[in-house]
């Protein structure tokens, strides 16, 4: 079976710095995704970790440790715009997602 | 280009009645996803297709739940019987290639059973 966990919900002020967390148990791995989700609209895409370590693109950082079966989001510079939910998902090694529940983040003044 | 486009964005339907949701991925992608996603949740797998060929149909729920994608491009998901618990978002990705993992995903389809 897959279980990934990720906190319900978050909040943080702007400019400031917020780490998402994510844990998973899964029967295979191939792959981590973290996705932005605005309410009403379709996720978009993140990052992407298969190996361990720190992927860095602009604001948004991920981690991913593989024996622990965990990775975190990494949000800086906090602006009002990134508040949305953030899904973490883990993909099989047959290619197919499995998303967790998602961590909504709200950013205020 | 064009994303993915998703059709209708909006269904209303009686219990009983069948409904096909409609899904025209980006031009030239390979692999293509469809989801089920509850308010407030992440999206749910239900099958994927690479080109034509439906590789995993695991997550449908029951066999009233079909798709196909007949010419390796557009998508189409079958509901038959419909009933209340099917109400949901129904939403469809693609990805360019088997390797290449990011997937874009559409708009979505706001199912209603009555």
């Known amino acids: 079976g897959q279980n990934i966990d990720q906190p319900t919900e978050m909040t943080a002020t702007e400019g400031a710095i917020v780490q998402i967390n994510c844990t998973y148990q899964t029967s295979g791995f191939n792959g981590l995704f973290w996705y932005q989700q605005h309410a009403g609209e379709a996720p978009t895409f993140l990052s992407y970790n298969v190996l361990d370590g720190l992927e860095e693109k602009g604001r948004f950082s991920s981690f991913l440790s593989r024996s622990k079966g965990y990775s975190y989001l990494l949000l800086k510079e906090l602006q009002m715009k990134d508040s949305a939910s953030y899904l973490c998902a883990v993909r099989s090694l047959v290619q197919k997602l499995v998303f967790g529940t998602g961590t909504r983040l709200l950013v205020s003044p | 280009g064009a994303g993915v486009s998703q059709s209708p964005r909006y269904k209303v339907t009686k219990r009983g009645q069948d409904v096909a949701l409609r899904c025209d991925p980006i031009?030239?992608?390979?692999?293509l996803y469809w989801y089920r996603q509850a308010l407030g949740q992440g999206p749910e797998f239900l099958t994927y297709f690479n080109y034509e060929a439906q590789q995993d149909k695991s997550g449908l729920p029951n066999d009233r739940f079909s798709a196909e994608r007949p010419e390796g491009s557009i998508s189409t998901l079958t509901i038959q019987r419909t009933e209340q618990r099917d109400s949901a978002m129904y939403r469809c990705a693609s990805s360019p290639g088997l390797v290449q993992a990011e997937q874009f995903f559409g708009p979505g389809t706001r199912l209603t059973v009555l």
């Open positions: 031009s030239g992608h390979v692999s």
